[in-house]
């Protein structure tokens, strides 16, 4: 009886239209999508190649789906303006850019702990980081049955208190890994805790002075083996805020997208931020003085209004935490968004803004005409941080790249 009706039903819809399959609607901007300037993030890696030297090394960071702008996009972009490597936090976003036909460079910034992900990570030459001995040795034992070396970089613990290798036992570490012979120690590197948050307050300058020193000490123990080793300390804010934090190669993540960690840098570096959120108005109300809006009744009009519907919500990654806290920017214009953001809608009061027309397109994030509103404008609001912002858009929200 089951199969029956599931027949009977695929004929129905085939009724319509005949080839159900085929019918959809192909127009990525017909809701809600996130635009991406791959010229701006190309333009980026390439202030940062110029601003970083001829002696220093560009990875470009581009883990969780490059930042919510498309991994593969970002990618190439990244490396046609100066990028030498990339970045990546899982095994899996590794091969879908080897899938892709990236052949540069890739460190696994996270931890990879059984063998059968590093023997992955092996096969499809992807650089693992390795914060233990036990790694080094799967590592080792991997490459060995395979008569190759396996090419690793070490992370040593200066201060985050999350990977690596504590400093002080790093002399030992490497040590014992320089006695594995099917390992290829070819990068040492740590990750700053503090170097992105309010330079006002006192310790962030001397807590990152503290890492450079147990880095450096690191480094330093190393003798001559120094020079032949890829080290890397650096994030966008260690790059953009001291040279002495370069060493080899910086990674850079945040400003490779366009925007500083941090706002009272000395320089003024030309970047652009590449990613805008948009949503078209699918309906527009008019409505009396006092009426509740949304779930919740959380806003109700003030006056008689005029309300736009538009479709995106917090399922698409525009946090519930905004709700009417944001505007968004039409024809270069904010409106106000008022009631709570629901999981595929929002409301705008345009009854200032009144010629608003159903289709018509908001930018919710970004620049519009003279306007801009950067992730930061919204952690302002809700208390996250624009890296958050950047990497909450949801794959329902097809990414156009322009
Ligand atoms: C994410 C990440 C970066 C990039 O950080 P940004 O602040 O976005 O530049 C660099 N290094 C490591 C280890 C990371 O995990």
């Known amino acids: 009886m089951r199969s029956m009706s599931k027949i009977n039903r695929t004929e129905k819809f085939a009724t319509f239209g005949g080839n159900t399959k085929n019918v959809i609607a192909s127009d990525p901007c017909s809701r809600a999508w996130v635009e991406v300037d791959s010229k701006a993030i190309e333009n980026n890696a390439r202030v940062l190649k110029n601003f970083i030297g001829e002696e220093c090394l560009l990875m470009a960071v581009v883990k969780a789906d ?17 990028a030498n490597s990339l970045g990546v936090a899982t095994l899996e976003e ?5 899938n892709a036909g990236l052949m540069c460079q890739i460190l696994i910034l996270g931890n990879l702990i059984n063998s059968e992900e590093l023997y992955a990570s092996f096969c499809w030459d992807l650089i693992p980081t390795i914060s233990r ?29 999350r990977l690596g290798c504590d400093c002080k036992e790093a002399k030992e570490l490497i040590n014992k890994i320089d006695s594995l012979e099917n390992i290829s120690l070819k990068g040492i590197y740590s990750h700053l805790a503090i170097a ?69 840098y000395e ?40 309300l736009a519907v538009v479709a ?27 009631g709570a ?26 620049k519009d ?3 801009f509103i950067s992730p930061q404008n919204w952690c302002d609001l809700s208390g996250s941080i624009p890296w958050e912002v950047l990497c909450s858009f949801r794959n329902r929200l097809p990414r156009v790249v322009t």
């Open 66 to 82: 490059g930042y919510g702008h498309g991994a593969e996009t970002v990618a190439r972009a990244a490396l046609i303006g100066g």
């Open 341 to 366: 953001i629901a999981m595929d809608q929002m409301v705008f009061d345009i009854t200032d803004k009144p010629d608003i027309k159903i289709g018509q397109v908001l930018t919710l994030l970004g």
């Open 267 to 306: 320089h003024d570096l030309n970047l652009t931020p590449a990613l805008k959120v948009k949503a078209r108005v699918t309906l527009i109300r008019n409505v009396e003085k006092g009426i509740g809006v949304g779930y919740g009744h959380f806003f109700k009009t003030q006056r008689r209004s005029k």
């Open 196 to 264: 992105d948050s309010d330079k006002r307050e006192n310790t962030h300058k001397n807590f990152t002075q503290i890492q450079l020193n147990r880095f450096q000490k690191v480094l330093n123990d190393l003798g001559k083996r120094n020079k032949s080793i890829c080290r890397h300390l650096a994030n966008s804010a260690g790059t953009l805020s001291s040279s002495c934090l370069h060493f080899d190669m910086v990674r850079v993540g945040l400003s490779l997208y366009g925007y500083f960690p941090v706002n009272d």
């Open 94 to 98: 590794g091969i879908q850019l080897r």
């Open 133 to 161: 001995i036990r790694e080094a040795i799967i590592c080792n034992n991997i490459a060995k049955k395979n008569h190759k070396k396996f090419v690793i970089h070490l992370k040593i613990d200066t201060g985050m208190t």
């Open 312 to 338: 995106i919500g917090y399922a698409d990654g525009v946090s519930r935490s905004l709700s009417g806290k944001i505007s968004a920017s039409i024809d270069g214009v904010l409106v106000p968004q008022v």
């Open 369 to 371: 005409g003279d306007v």
